[in-house]
């Protein structure tokens, strides 16, 4: 073992950095085919993903001793320089090092995990993967539903979350509130109106309405906040001679577009159950006077149906 330490220490400057960069290039190889070939042998994508970020690192690690056992003699004599050069590289690459800090930020504070769905700035998503200078995201919303992925990979510096709020739906309670408007003819029974929606909307959270309670109790545990309701409410306001209620309720974060296409399913059939007690108060078709627009309807949740005519469209 001695004789091993001392050989390198032996060996003149030249024949050190030719060592070097065999022995990083052959560090480097046997890690990757680990990198490749060991995460296969776990059942579990996270017990893959931990293993293959386990290996990588153990790889960066294992060449940073292999370079202080190499250079061990000079490092002494170096260090002078070292922090000199080391100086101009914090300045030049203060943008890379902001965003290792913000790695380890991310680890230490459990800002958010692989898995889980967050909002950096203005880009949302799920996280699957955090690695030393960024972190990648699935992304959802934009041009499509708030809840599906779009298709587009987003990497976002890790610097980033030393800078701006982070919004983790994922974390504690694992559940938003929500909410949807329907717009009913003022000559609607209003009581009827209000049961029915509260029905609905009781019929359709029902599922997981303990597992939302049990969830926001583990989150007051840990936290100091007010018990709010997590039972679905009706309220109501005349809004331009029209009944318009508004439903709220608890809903799992990744479920909200689902929730929503099951309510005004199940509120549909209701009214047209009705026989003209409830009726609605928008037209069910809407003329788009913008079309080709993102988002063009967002602004209209009080109608079932969108009808979408667009100005030289063929009929």
Request: proline fraction near 4%; aromatic fraction near 10%; hydrophobic fraction near 45%.
């Amino acid at each position: 073992m001695h004789g091993l330490l001392t050989q390198p220490i032996s060996l003149s400057l030249l024949e050190k950095c030719i060592a070097a960069v065999i022995g990083i290039f052959f560090i480097h190889g046997t890690f990757r085919v680990l990198e490749q070939t060991l995460p296969r042998r776990f059942g579990r994508a996270d017990a893959r993903y931990k293993v293959r970020k386990f290996v990588a690192f153990s790889g960066y690690l294992a060449i940073l001793l292999f370079l202080a056992v190499l250079f061990e003699d000079r490092l002494g004599r170096l260090s002078f320089a070292f922090g000199v050069v080391g100086a101009g590289v914090a300045v030049a690459l203060q943008d890379v090092l902001a965003s290792i800090a913000g790695a380890f930020s991310i680890g230490f504070s459990k800002l958010y995990a692989v898995g889980d769905r967050v909002q950096i700035g203005d880009t949302r998503g799920d996280v699957i993967d955090i690695g030393l200078l960024r972190t990648t995201l699935m992304e959802t919303g934009n041009w499509v539903s708030r809840d599906l992925y779009n298709g587009r990979l987003v990497r976002i510096p890790n610097s980033t979350v030393m800078k701006g709020a982070v919004f983790n739906y994922s974390q504690g309670f694992q559940f938003l509130w929500d909410e949807i408007r329907v717009l009913f003819t003022i000559t609607s029974d209003c009581t009827l109106a209000r049961e029915m929606l509260l029905r609905v909307a009781k019929e359709a959270i029902g599922e997981y309405l303990l597992e939302a309670q049990t969830s926001w109790k583990v989150m007051s545990d840990n936290y100091r906040s007010a018990n709010p309701p997590l039972e679905p409410t009706v309220t109501l306001v005349v809004a331009a001679g029209s009944l318009e209620f508004t439903v709220s309720y608890v809903v799992d974060y990744t479920k909200r577009t689902i929730m929503q296409d099951q309510f005004f399913t199940k509120i549909v059939e209701e009214v047209a159950n009705s026989n003209g007690q409830i009726e609605w108060a928008a037209p069910p078709c809407m003329v788009a006077s913008k079309p080709g627009t993102p988002g063009a309807f967002e602004e209209h949740p009080l109608s079932s149906t969108h009808c979408t005519t667009h100005p030289g469209d063929s009929h």
